[in-house]
């Protein structure tokens, strides 16, 4: 059964739209990260958390928001999309021991394209 | 990415033929991951090593922190290695990516 699950797989929005990604692991780890990925790029890190309640900043944070309700979930909030966020969004977590974290495991990805 | 320098950008095999990516730190890691993104745009977790090498089938990757850098060997190519080949660089609570190696394996 797959550990980092996300939803939804595929979503259209319009410009200024208002948008949710979710992400969900089952794992029991400390660490949820939110990244994006483009064509000639690696992932590039949006958000990330180290437990329920709490917030990092990435590289890329701009137009995101980010909450982590609970140790298992992990949402990206886009509040007014641009098309500039069109890419494929790559939901991960990983233990952690002493500030170090350790493997990432990744969700499935999430399509988005903005109008 | 800027910590990481990943090559070849873009490779092209023959079935039964193999290569080696690389990918160069600027920064000491303490360990890397390999991944290969799949045509479903699935990230599939390759390899992760802190030191030494790991092998898996037809696939054995390297790490060397001191050095800098860790290699992923392919040999025995086949149609469904294609796809795009990432290394990512862990450094404490963080990992940063390579911008991949796009494999093409060709009959």
């Known amino acids: 059964e797959a550990a980092v699950t996300q939803s939804p797989r595929n979503k259209v929005t319009v410009t200024g739209g208002n948008v949710t990604l979710s992400c969900r692991q089952t794992?029991?780890?400390?660490?949820m990260y939110w990244y994006r990925q483009d064509t000639g790029h690696g992932l590039r890190l949006i958000h990330y958390?180290?437990?329920?309640?709490?917030?990092q900043i990435g590289d890329v944070p701009d137009g995101y928001k980010a909450t982590r309700t609970t140790q298992e979930d992990f949402f990206l909030l886009l509040e007014l999309a641009s098309p500039s966020q069109t890419s494929l969004y790559f939901c991960?977590?990983?233990?952690?021991?002493?500030?170090?974290?350790?493997?990432?495991?990744f969700g499935p990805g999430t399509r988005l394209t903005v109008l | 990415g800027d910590q990481v320098e990943q090559s070849p950008s873009a490779l092209s095999l023959h079935e039964g033929t193999g290569s080696a990516l690389r990918c160069n730190f600027t920064?000491?890691?303490?360990?890397v991951q390999w991944f290969r993104k799949n045509s479903r745009g699935s990230l599939i977790n390759l390899f992760y090593?802190?030191?030494g090498t790991k092998e898996n089938g037809r696939l054995k990757s390297a790490f060397d922190s001191k050095e800098r850098y860790s290699t992923l060997h392919i040999r025995d190519a086949q149609l469904e290695d294609s796809g795009t080949y990432f290394c990512?660089?862990?450094?404490?609570?963080?990992?940063?990516f390579g911008d991949g190696t796009q494999l093409v394996v060709k009959p």
């Open positions: 794992n029991s780890h400390n660490y």
């Open positions: 090593l802190a030191s």
């Open positions: 958390s180290y437990g329920a309640g709490n917030l």
């Open positions: 920064t000491t890691m303490r360990a």
């Open positions: 990512a660089g862990n450094s404490n609570n963080r990992i940063f």
């Open positions: 991960a977590s990983s233990d952690a021991l002493g500030g170090v974290s350790y493997e990432q495991y």
